[in-house]
Structure formats: structure tokens, C-alpha cells
């Protein structure tokens, strides 16, 4: 039996889709923008929930990344797709997501039109063992510590300082809410 090949909507910087691609197109053609979610993932203390790639992954493997992240899939809104892949990698089940901001992840290989959500949490996660090999807490300030020592992805990197720079008031006020 023959898998089909996972198609993303090809869009433009404003998200506007203008067909679809194979992944495998996408994952080589930095001109192929595709959407992607992520969800950055607090808990009480204003920690934040990293994920370790798993060493199978295709791009950056056995690296520290975003609590929560993945592909669109065509047609489905960044809203529902940030729900869906919370409960796929994190087993959190409808968490209060909070839009936080949208970028531009360019790389050699891809480019990828970003909106990350952020939540609360404190666990436990049930970790999707076929994507993730382990994950934990961070402090802020640990991360800060590591950045720029290789242990991270780039774009977590980049995400972290976008983070740092524009969404910290957000987490603040998140941080007020929790029961």
C-alpha cells in the first residue's frame, strides 16, 4: 500500500493560499511558502515547555524547539491547526489559546508563514514518542543562557527573541489568569 504524499496550501506573505504542494517540494523550495503554528506552551511560574526533535525528524533532529509545532493542513484555519497539533505532540486537550504573532521563517531549504499561540499548562504531557524524545520546562533565563550554543533549532532562536522582544506583556497578563 502507497502512503499519498502530505499536501501543504502554497499562500503568499499575507497568508492568501494560491494552490498546493507536495511537503517534499515545500521542505526544498525556499519560494514555496507554507503555513506552520506554534504554541508556546507557560507554566505557573512563566516557564516555558520545550520539546526535544526526535532523531528521525528531517530537519534539525535531536534539537530543542518550540513547545508545540506543526504544518496546516489545507484549509483548516491556524486556530484549529495550533488545537490539533497541541493534542498530537502534548496530549493537551482544547487549551486557551492566545494569538501572540505571525512571521516569516526563511531558511536555505524552506519558507514558512508562522502564527504562534501561546498557553498554560502545567501538564502532565503525554509526548507523541514518534515525533518528540523528550521535553521540559525552561526558564527563561536558562534558555537565554544557551542561546547561540547549538542545542536549539534556528528558528526556535529566532521565535525566542520575537518572543523576547514583542509577546513578553502578553505572557504576563496570561500569567495573571492562572487558576
Known amino acids: 500500500m502507497t502512503m499519498t504524499e502530505e499536501l501543504f496550501d502554497i ?5 492568501r493560499v494560491l494552490g498546493r504542494r507536495p511537503r517534499r517540494e515545500c521542505h526544498s523550495h525556499p519560494a514555496l511558502i507554507h503555513q506552520a503554528v506554534h504554541v508556546l506552551v ?13 532523531l528521525q525528524k528531517d530537519l534539525q533532529p ?5 513547545s508545540v509545532g506543526g504544518h ?3 484549509g483548516e484555519t491556524p486556530e484549529h491547526a495550533a488545537l490539533r497539533e497541541a493534542a498530537e505532540e502534548l496530549g493537551l486537550r482544547d487549551p486557551t489559546l492566545h ?5 516569516l521563517w526563511r531558511s536555505p531549504r524552506e519558507t514558512e508563514l508562522v502564527r504562534t499561540f501561546a498557553a498554560l499548562s502545567e501538564g502532565p504531557f503525554q509526548l507523541q514518542a514518534s515525533e518528540i524524545a523528550e521535553g521540559r520546562f525552561w526558564s527563561l533565563e536558562e534558555i537565554r543562557a544557551r542561546l547561540d550554543a547549538g542545542g536549539f533549532t534556528p528558528n526556535f532562536e529566532f521565535e525566542f527573541s520575537k518572543f523576547s522582544a514583542e509577546a513578553r506583556p502578553l505572557l504576563e497578563r496570561l500569567l495573571l489568569t492562572f487558576p
Open 11 to 15: 499562500v503568499d506573505e499575507q497568508g
Open 42 to 54: 507557560f507554566n505557573r511560574r512563566g516557564d516555558l515547555f520545550l520539546q526535544l526533535r526526535g
Open 62 to 66: 535531536g534539537k530543542w524547539d518550540t
Open 72 to 74: 496546516m493542513q489545507p
Open 99 to 103: 494569538f501572540a504573532y505571525q512571521y
